[in-house]
């Protein structure tokens, strides 16, 4: 294999990582009527595991003649890494982030860097921003570290599995979130060396499946449209080293939609109290997609760097995937009482109008309005459905993949 359980024990003794909590998910466990733990990387240095390879690869570097330069790009954790390392080493590094990358994650790569680290924002993903590193790499004569497709790299995101495995006992199933693959692919290289029967599953939302993407290729191939809601896991091509290590050694790659994600980080932080970003809910989102979980279950909770305002998008998308929230495009005659009717005969005892868009046009019988209705059960829809039909209204679903519901976020 590219990255040795050696490569992975040798980066656990040089890491200035701490060592995250591995804790029972009391609301998971009893979900799944199985022993759930998580392990704590939310609580890592830069909140994210990914200090653990940035520095492990930085320190190597610094110990050989190099223009003591770096240029890295990142959606947001790996760069608070790359900031950590930077100022921890005395190395100036420059930075390419996609210019989505939520606001508290750039604060805090430039709070962590200080003045070792330049920031600058291009493109719309990461891979874009990947491209004007490289680049910039180039012009500046600077050594450029890939986020995930390092062989260093990997061998430091594989200390989260060899903590792990001195935290407890052997585990039936581990879940690891996935991007470009530098998580798993350590983890498993360690796990799979000492828990040599324990089943291990990556996780990768729908919109940004990249390693699916190539384990159903037999290579890395680069998607065509990319969904960046999971920034932290928004890759749109799986790494080629990071590939071979998790086809060898991983059982199996599932893809979980942005809606049970957002409504696992809800979960997460409502019920158990953790402030998990989007990637970082992942593996627990995870477990629902599995045919069967069972016994002693490990899940890494990858990053919280969560930007509060994004909260408003995450509940939004969490109701909709779990049938409270629905959204209609209804015809009003433009006379008295039309929406009153509507009210008085269409909605029922636990729905409510959350979303009203009218655009009233004085040359047409009828104004068109978005509406968008909460329900206490999605039990409720058919009933809603039904008096819908029976008012007579021109009314029509806005179903979730409709180029008009993006325009509601």
Not at 105 to 130: M, N, P, Q
Not at 245 to 255: F, G, K, P, T
Request: glycine letters at 12%; hydrophobic letters at 40%.
């Amino acid at each position: 294999m590219p990255v040795t359980p050696d490569d992975i024990a040798a980066a656990a003794s040089r890491t200035i990582a701490v060592r995250t909590p591995l804790e029972r998910s009391e609301r998971l466990s009893g979900k799944y009527d199985a022993e759930v733990l998580l392990k704590r990387e939310d609580l890592q240095l830069g909140r994210s595991y990914k200090v653990r390879g940035a520095y492990h690869t930085m320190s190597l570097l610094a110990a050989e003649p190099f223009s003591s330069e770096v240029v890295t790009a990142s959606a947001g954790n790996h760069a608070q890494g790359i900031a950590i390392s930077c100022a921890r080493l005395g190395v100036k590094g420059r930075i390419f982030v996609p210019t989505n990358t939520p606001r508290q994650k750039r604060d805090r790569i430039l709070a962590l860097g200080g003045s070792s680290v330049d920031l600058t924002l291009v493109g719309k993903t990461y891979d874009e921003a990947a491209a004007a590193a490289q680049e910039a790499a180039e012009t500046y004569g600077a050594a450029y570290l890939h986020p995930f497709d390092d062989l260093r790299t990997i061998a430091g995101q594989g200390t989260v599995g060899f903590e792990l495995t001195q935290q407890t006992e052997p585990l039936d199933l581990l879940v690891v979130p996935v991007g470009g693959g530098g998580l798993l692919a350590g983890v498993a290289t360690w796990v799979r060396s000492q828990w040599p029967s324990t089943r291990i599953v990556g996780v990768e939302p729908v919109g940004a499946a990249s390693m699916g993407a190539a384990l159903a290729a037999g290579g890395p191939v680069t998607l065509d449209t990319l969904d960046t809601f999971v920034d932290g896991a928004s890759v749109g091509r799986a790494g080629d080293t990071t590939y071979p290590i998790v086809r060898d050694l991983v059982d199996e790659v599932v893809a979980v939609e942005v809606g049970a994600i957002c409504a696992e980080m809800l979960d997460l932080y409502q019920t158990d109290g953790i402030i998990a970003e989007p990637a970082g809910a992942l593996a627990a989102a995870g477990l629902g997609a599995l045919s069967s979980v069972s016994g002693r279950v490990g899940c890494i909770v990858s990053g919280g760097n969560n930007d509060v305002s994004r909260y408003a998008e995450v509940i939004e998308r969490a109701l909709v995937h779990q049938g409270l929230r629905h959204y209609f495009l209804v015809s009003f005659p433009q006379e008295p009482g039309a929406l009153r009717g509507f009210l008085d005969g269409v909605l029922s005892d636990g729905e409510d109008i959350v979303v009203f868009d009218y655009v009233k046009k004085s040359n047409r019988e009828t104004g068109p309005a978005v509406i968008g209705i909460d329900l206490d059960s999605p039990d409720g829809l058919p009933a809603l459905l039904a008096r819908m039909k029976a008012s007579g209204l021109p009314i029509d679903p806005i179903p979730y993949d409709s180029p008009l519901f993006t325009f509601l976020h």
